[in-house]
């Protein structure tokens, strides 16, 4: 089962998972988690390296939208 979602509902579901992030990453008991010796990811990645994942999924997101509305934008002038 495919899931349809359009652009506009994807790059909410992505805005709102970074605001998530922001929120857990800002919270004390996650600051403390992550400021201890014992916390390791394999890649030395921390929440904050998520939250700007996403920010720059969203923006290319931003940009492929600006790229189809100049090109329909001149299409539809040459009709």
Do not use: W
């Amino acid at each position: 089962m495919e899931i349809q979602l359009t652009t506009p509902e994807i790059r909410a579901i992505l805005q709102g998972c970074q605001y998530t992030l922001r929120l857990v990453g800002s919270s004390r008991d996650y600051c403390k988690i992550q400021s201890s010796e014992y916390f390791s990811t394999s890649n030395d990645v921390v929440l904050n390296d998520a939250f700007n994942i996403l920010g720059e999924v969203v923006d290319a997101i931003d940009q492929v939208e600006q790229v189809n509305q100049q090109g329909e934008s001149k299409h539809g002038t040459g009709n």
